[in-house]
């Protein structure tokens, strides 16, 4: 029985997400959102940039890549709307409702701006390494 959870355990670390092949989807999906984060100030170019990123590492095809993209930016998005959250400072009164209600759609904005740029850049990172 515990021979089989290890053969498991190691035959999981050697396939990606999207199965077959060494495993890169992680480390796409980690250096992307980190790219979004360190280069968030871009307006456009950040999530660009780092979707590209992920979608290039992840070495996956068109949808490996947008589906790295896609998780990059909304790790980075969801990171970014924490860091957003602590500079408005919120935590720091009971604000009204409407300010409330206004920051937490702004925040959800923030989320999908970084998931569909780097859902687009990692597609687009996919196709140059299908067809390179």
Known sequence: M???FRT??????????????KSSFWP?????????????SLPI???????????LIARQGIWGGATAGLTAGLVAGIIFSGFEFFRLGLPLGTPSF???????????????YFGLFGFASG??????????
């Open 123 to 132: 597609a687009l990172a996919g196709w140059v390494i299908r067809f390179r």
């Open 8 to 21: 498991f355990i190691r035959s999981g670390a050697d396939q990606s997400f999207m199965g077959g092949g």
């Open 98 to 112: 409407m300010m409330a209600f206004g920051v937490t759609v702004g925040l959800a904005l923030i989320i999908l």
């Open 45 to 55: 170019l950040g999530p660009l940039i780092g979707g590209f990123i992920a979608g």
């Open 2 to 4: 515990v021979n089989t």
């Open 28 to 40: 796409g999906v980690i250096v992307g959102a980190i790219a979004m984060i360190l280069l968030g």
